[in-house]
């Protein structure tokens, strides 16, 4: 078997989750990925430490697969290595402003004059262009600036999600853009500039929802957990003090829940004919599941839930998700080494598998510099000429 992506060369410029997720799967690919950062170590390795040396969970995570050198792409030195690495890469993934891409010699009209087919992955929080084409953001900006927050959180209050599900989700982009330019290059040995910007990617996770304000102006608000399309779907507690979520959606859903709960009288109720109907008089529903999940324990309730055949889990706290006996039994965590851990962490790479294509951790995320030498030295570089680059704080 075979890595899809074996022999493409990627340099990585990106920090924090976007660019470094479009990277890290496209390494789970096969690629050779180079994560590139300053002398000393980039500012995202060291966000929430949990290693000896600090090094923190969301660099664990989004750093795998990679081999990693230090670079002072400012000095003249550094721009003679970078040169020299742009010459030898396929793409460049780089999730910076785009006055620094200009700034460190990582612009695409740049690039392409040292080397004509490399494909340049931007991602920015705004794109180049537009009313906020220079301003910066993160995954919070573009979560609030999109109605999402808006239409989450109770009483009035916007509530973003504590997971930045738009930096991933964009990271996941911009690799899905990347595999496609990469296929071009491939096919006719051209080169090109793919750009992925936080907020157009946070607009196309709630676009069925700006659809719907265009068309008919429902001017919907917040109400919580509880869903706006369906019902019942919402958030309950049983009598153990604990909390699951049910969701019901469609006509065969329903009639499932309202014999469940012993309410077969509501499948004929005008008030519940439909999803919209079942949606707009959600809080009778809630209410009334609510009363239901009181009858029983969490485990009682979901096993009731499970042999109606309605959706339903636990809400699970981050140590119940490493207990839960799913989780450890389908393999879906890796366990790596890193050193200055206790011991090896759970990753979950790329959460899709092939049937004759590997997708494996084959690296553990990179100490600070870890590779440096052994890349310099494969670019035609002498040991003499890296201790020197290193004694002026090049590398």
Known sequence: MNNVLKGVRILDFGRYIAGPMCAALLGDFGADVIRVERVGGGEDRYQYPVTDNGEGPCFLQMNRNKRGITLD????????????????????????????????????????????????SGISAFGEHGPYGNRVGFDGVAQVMSGAAYLSGFDGRPT???????????????????????????????????????????????????????????????????????????????????????????????????RMIGEPNW?????FATDELRADNGEILSARMQEWTRQYTMEEALEHLAKARLPAGPVLSPQQVLDDPHVQQTGIFTRVDYPGLPKPYGLVTTPSTFSQSPVEVTRRPPTVGEHTDEVLLSIGYGQAEIEEFRKNKVI
């Open 73 to 120: 792409p400012m000095s003249e030195g550094g721009r003679a290595i970078l040169k020299r690495l742009i010459a030898t890469a396929d793409v460049v993934v780089a999730n910076l402003p785009a006055d620094t891409l200009v700034t460190m010699g990582l612009d695409y009209a740049y690039l392409k004059t040292i080397n004509p087919k490399i494909v340049l």
């Open 160 to 258: 973003k999600s504590y997971a930045s599900f738009v930096d991933v989700s964009t990271g996941v982009y911009a690799a899905l853009s990347t595999l496609a330019a990469i296929m071009e290059q491939k096919s006719t040995g051209r080169g090109q500039e793919v750009q992925t910007m936080l907020f157009a990617t946070a607009l196309s996770i709630v676009n069925f929802l700006l659809i719907e304000q265009d068309m008919v102006k429902k001017d919907r608000i917040a109400s919580g957990n509880r869903a706006q399309s369906s019902g019942p779907a919402d958030v309950f507690q049983t009598n153990d003090g604990k909390w699951i979520i049910a969701q019901s959606l469609g006509d065969n859903l329903f009639k499932r829940w309202a």
């Open 267 to 271: 499948v004929d109720d005008p008030r």
